[in-house]
């Protein structure tokens, strides 16, 4: 039996030309996995078509419930930090949101709006609406690139922990390779409409952010940052 | 509440300009009453004339017309935003209506509908109508595609993304247009009541200048204007209570 989670075949995308085009990728359950590549390069693109927000040609099985978190959180104004939180599902089972609100560490914050909360707040609220879905696809569009350098770092932190205990399927993408170093399984770059090359990382989970010290990790990183 | 010592200075700066320009004897004093003369009458109309009355009539008239005028707009504006076909069809229509002063209709008005409260009602929700609507408009159309994406990968209901997204996002473009609505509201109030009324502000100063009395019209005046300005005032704090959320300018 096949153990592909998620299965991306002959991919194409096209606005005005190509801008995804013949592209592979298979993900095995509770994998994390990260695309990285220059900006334009199609990586927001691949995550929209996989959320089923683009058209396309070629086949793409995933699970049913697929959740997304953006890089500007896009919180709901309107609605406080509990109702963000509970957008996507159907429950009202106050339980449930508190849990969550638990998981994300804004305990006291539910009634508060977006605009009342950091940046870093805001982030944790909108992977926590992904959450909320209890998705067995979660898809990151680089999710901490709005954040200052050490909010980032500590939201890192915090994710890595957080899909450690969870183990739901993760694609992110990025442009930061440190921060696909840190948290994937397996690191592939999209260039020239495709998926170019596969990187699996050694590094046991949950990763300290003392990690990226390692010689191991820069050489990595190096590695990839040289395919693309 | 913090108090705004700006705008009260600068009002009794104007009031002081007022009384110089009196004293000084610029004007006939007759057609150019002081400021307290002013005053004093608008205590005379509160205890001789009635002018609760009128105010409550205006007020009836202008709350019915904003309703109606801004129910209306908040109805089309959204309907037009969102389905582009209603859109292409009567908004070169409105923009015509839109073009038309509300002001120069109501003779024609007060041939359909009389003199009474209908044509009064009808005068001050065609004037509202219009601002609302627009702005309305504007803001359906300009759903900010990221809610739209978040929406689109969290519900599958389309229902359910109008009225948890699509409505509110447009919000703050409703309020804009209400609060254009209740300026509106006000002239078109005093504008309609000027003539074929025999009650409401516009009809007391009307009748104060058939009568030659500058300082009662003034006085009719000022109370339509601050009337006008806690109508607002109101307004903005009920929204920033309700929708806390939105961003309004209290000026």
């Known amino acids: 039996m096949s153990n592909k989670h998620v299965s991306v075949k002959g991919l194409c995308v096209k606005f005005q030309d190509y801008v995804l085009q013949d592209l592979f990728l298979d993900m095995k359950k509770g994998e994390f996995v990260s695309i990285v590549g220059k900006s334009g390069t199609g990586k927001?693109?691949?995550?929209?078509?996989?959320?089923?927000?683009?058209h396309y040609e070629g086949n793409i099985n995933k699970p049913g419930k697929v959740s997304m978190v953006l890089q500007n959180h896009?919180?709901?104004?309107?609605?406080?930090?509990?109702?963000?939180?509970?957008?996507?599902?159907?429950?009202?089972?106050?339980?449930n949101i508190n849990a969550i609100i638990n998981t994300i560490e804004l305990n006291g914050k539910e009634k508060s709006y977006p605009h009342?909360?950091?940046?870093?707040?805001?982030q944790r609220v909108a992977i926590g609406r992904a959450l909320a879905i209890d998705p067995s696809l979660l898809l990151l569009d680089e999710p901490f690139a709005s954040l200052d350098y050490h909010t980032g770092q500590n939201m890192q932190n915090w994710l890595n922990q957080l899909l450690s205990k969870n183990k739901i399927t993760t694609l992110l993408v990025t442009h930061d390779i440190d921060e696909a170093i840190a948290l994937s399984d397996k690191i592939y770059t999209l260039k020239n409409k495709a998926l170019e090359n596969e990187f699996t990382i050694p590094f046991t989970k949950p990763r300290d952010y003392n990690i990226r010290y390692k010689p191991e990790f820069q050489e990595?990183?190096?590695?990839?940052?040289?395919?693309y | 509440m913090k108090i705004n010592w700006k705008a009260i200075v600068f009002f009794l700066i104007v009031i002081g300009l007022w009384q110089l320009v009196f004293t000084i004897g610029w004007f006939n004093q007759s057609l150019f009453?002081?400021?307290?003369?002013?005053?004093?009458?608008?205590?005379?109309?509160?205890?001789?004339?009635?002018?609760?009355?009128?105010?409550?009539?205006?007020?009836?008239?202008?709350?019915?017309?904003?309703?109606i005028g801004a129910s209306f707009g908040v109805l089309c504006g959204?309907?037009?935003?969102?389905?582009l076909f209603l859109d292409e069809s009567i908004a070169p229509f409105f923009n015509i209506l839109r073009a038309f002063p509300p002001v120069a209709l109501i003779p024609l008005i007060i041939v359909w509908f009389g003199i009474g409260d209908i044509a009064k009602i009808f005068s001050i929700a065609f004037a509202v109508f219009?601002?609302?609507?627009?702005?309305?408009?504007?803001?359906?159309?300009?759903?900010?595609k990221d809610y739209l994406k978040v929406a689109k990968v969290f519900v599958k209901s389309k229902t359910k993304i109008f009225y948890k997204v699509i409505f509110p996002s447009t919000i703050p473009f409703i309020m804009n247009g209400i609060r254009l609505g209740i300026g509106t509201a006000y002239v078109m109030a005093f504008v309609s009541e000027?003539?074929?009324?025999?009650?409401?502000?516009?009809?007391?100063?009307a009748y104060s200048q058939i009568i030659y009395r500058i300082d009662n019209m003034l006085a009719g005046l000022i109370v339509l204007g601050t009337l006008a300005a806690l109508t607002d005032f109101c307004f903005v704090k009920s929204a920033k209570h309700i929708f806390p959320w939105v961003k309004i300018n209290e000026q």
Do not use: C, D
């Open chain 2, 78 to 83: 959204i309907l037009m935003g969102r389905i």
């Open chain 2, 130 to 144: 219009f601002p609302v609507w627009l702005s309305t408009l504007i803001g359906s159309k300009n759903v900010p």
């Open chain 2, 33 to 67: 009453p002081a400021p307290l003369t002013v005053l004093k009458s608008i205590i005379y109309l509160f205890v001789h004339e009635n002018l609760l009355y009128h105010i409550f009539t205006s007020l009836w008239r202008i709350s019915l017309g904003l309703i």
């Open chain 2, 194 to 205: 000027l003539a074929g009324a025999s009650s409401g502000l516009g009809y007391v100063i």
């Open chain 1, 74 to 95: 896009v919180l709901f104004p309107w609605m406080n930090v509990s109702e963000n939180i509970a957008f996507g599902s159907n429950t009202k089972n106050k339980e």
């Open chain 1, 44 to 54: 927001t693109t691949l995550l929209n078509a996989i959320a089923g927000l683009n």
């Open chain 1, 116 to 122: 009342e909360l950091s940046g870093g707040q805001q």
């Open chain 1, 220 to 227: 990595l990183k190096q590695r990839i940052y040289n395919s």
